[in-house]
């Protein structure tokens, strides 16, 4: 079920801003405090547990994956004016000494995206190039994917995903050991890309103005940031959100911030390059490609075979907090109070080539909310909650309001929502929450709307027989 943040808002353009200056004294102020102000952004990279050596290790194995499970363009013309490009680029990022291993590859895929896998691999689809307008828009999203390598947003979101136990457990993938290296080999199938790829918009917002600072140092027209995200725009008008934003989420006035780090970039370049026979070549050659829905000998997600019914033999599960049964046919993934239960093919893998759970239960914890010990704590809790959820799956709705029942005794709220499925069509998400000492611990029950019927029984007999932990 949860997919990674889509969510479009309508790029911001800048909107005249007047200026007057009622006197030359106020104006010669004005020159004085641009001068002053006209230095570039900074970033460095935020809190990790992993070490840079670690972003080379883990991209590689990621890489690997994606290359085996993505279509891959597989012509050698386009991997090496991509590289061309992309060298260009790497050569002006800011890395901090780390000497990052940068690849460049193109996927066979008509929507406009591209991907950084930590440590340097950067993938770019096709639809990307024969969107770009010139060489400097592709430029653009290639200056964007190396910042957040250099930022090293990956293991960044990575390692903030393993201190909360959360976002690692709701994709239904794998939860690590506190220590990373642990975490680094359970976190090494392509499955990590759905963490690894979980960019927050302020590590959007750091990649667009050091994508564009790169742009500048590497002699392209550093307007080709926001151009590239006009064109996106312009591509998606009347049409679904660019699958683009859906890995890079939009953040507030991302035209705007992009177009005022110009100035501050330094002297205007002379002649900036902007366009090249290259790319108008290479445009062509992505058109010409064919278009391949599905990796041959593997199936789609939506075309993959249903899971096997719930068994109806049970195991025990003892976590810290509770302990459970489930079916003995269902896999559990993950440790302690944070886990997911799926049967064989209840994960599957969504157009974006990533993990989701698409039938199971997710148990996992969230901070409560409200007053402690308040009447309604469980209620704003669990409001929190459903927002928070919401935030990240836009598509997420509430089918029937909260209702109070009792898990194991104790006051519970029941929430059915309804969702986009991983498996295609819309799913049907219950979700009970109890406010327990731990936090608020949630259990989420997943199934394709079709298909929910069939599991109600189970998900029902699992939540019956929940013991909390005294
Ligand atoms: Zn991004």
């Keep these: 079920m949860l997919q990674r943040e889509r969510e479009w808002r309508s790029g911001g353009r800048i909107s005249g801003a007047a200026w007057r200056t009622g006197s030359g004294v106020a104006v010669l102020f004005l020159l004085l405090a641009t001068g002053a102000a006209a230095q570039r952004t900074k970033?460095?990279?935020?809190?990790?547990?992993?070490?840079?050596?670690?972003?080379?290790?883990?991209?590689?194995?990621?890489?690997?994956?994606?290359?085996?499970?993505?279509?891959?363009?597989?012509?050698?013309?386009?991997?090496?004016?991509?590289?061309?490009?992309?060298?260009?680029?790497?050569a002006k990022t800011p890395t901090n000494g780390v000497d990052y291993p940068f690849e460049f590859h193109c996927v066979n895929d008509k929507a406009i995206n591209a991907f950084a896998l930590p440590g340097g691999y950067v993938f770019v689809n096709r639809g990307t190039i024969e969107a770009a307008r010139n060489e400097a828009q592709l430029a653009a999203v290639m200056a964007h994917e190396l910042s957040h390598v250099a930022l090293r947003h990956g293991t960044s979101q990575a390692s903030k995903a393993t201190a909360a136990q959360l976002p690692i457990a709701i994709l239904g993938g794998v939860i690590g050991g506190s220590s990373s290296g642990a975490l680094l080999t359970q976190l090494s199938a392509f499955t990590a890309g759905s963490v690894l790829l979980k960019y927050s918009r302020s590590a959007e917002s750091q990649a667009d103005i050091m994508g564009t600072q790169i742009l500048y140092d590497a002699g392209y027209d550093p307007r080709a940031m926001a151009q590239f995200f006009e064109t996106l725009e312009a591509e998606s008008k009347g049409r679904a959100t660019p699958e683009f934003f859906s890995d890079h989420p939009n953040p507030e006035n991302r035209v705007q911030r992009v177009n005022a780090e110009i100035p501050r970039l330094g002297p205007p370049l002379r002649s900036p390059r902007l366009d090249s026979s290259d790319f108008q070549a290479a445009k062509k050659q992505a058109a010409a490609l064919p278009v391949i829905k599905a990796k041959p000998g593997e199936p789609s997600a939506a075309g993959a075979g249903k899971p096997p019914a719930p068994?109806?033999?049970?195991?025990?599960?003892?976590?810290?907090?509770?302990?459970?049964?489930?079916?003995?046919?269902?896999?559990?993934?993950?440790?302690?109070?944070?886990?997911?239960?799926?049967?064989?093919?209840?994960?599957?893998?969504?157009?974006?080539?990533?993990?989701?759970?698409?039938?199971?239960?997710?148990?996992?914890?969230?901070?409560?909310?409200?007053?402690?010990?308040?009447?309604?704590?469980?209620?704003?809790?669990?409001?929190?909650?459903?927002?928070?959820?919401?935030?990240?799956?836009?598509?997420?709705?509430?089918?029937?309001?909260?209702?109070?029942?009792?898990?194991?005794?104790?006051?519970?709220?029941?929430?059915?929502l309804s969702n986009v499925s991983p498996a295609g069509g819309q799913e049907k998400d219950w979700i009970v929450t109890v406010l327990r000492p731990e936090g608020l611990l949630y259990f989420v029950c997943v199934a394709p709307e079709g298909d929910f019927p069939a599991y109600e029984s189970t998900f029902e007999g699992i939540l019956d027989s929940v013991r909390f932990t005294r």
């Excluded at 890489?63 to 060298?87: F, H, I």
């Excluded at 698409?358 to 409200?370: E, F, L, S, T």
């Design 43 to 90: 970033y460095k990279p935020g809190w990790n547990i992993f070490s840079p050596q670690q972003d080379v290790q883990l991209g590689l194995k990621a890489s690997e994956d994606a290359r085996k499970k993505l279509v891959m363009c597989n012509e050698p013309k386009l991997d090496a004016y991509l590289t061309q490009v992309g060298k260009r680029l790497a």
């Design 311 to 416: 068994s109806v033999k049970y195991v025990s599960y003892q976590g810290s907090a509770f302990g459970m049964q489930h079916p003995d046919n269902w896999k559990k993934y993950g440790e302690g109070n944070v886990i997911s239960l799926a049967p064989e093919g209840g994960v599957v893998r969504d157009r974006n080539g990533q993990e989701a759970l698409a039938y199971g239960m997710i148990v996992n914890q969230a901070d409560p909310h409200g007053t402690p010990g308040a009447r309604d704590a469980l209620e704003v809790s669990t409001e929190q909650l459903i927002d928070e959820l919401q935030h990240s799956n836009p598509g997420m709705r509430i089918t029937r309001p909260s209702q109070h029942i009792r898990v194991n005794g104790e006051r519970a709220l029941s929430t059915y």
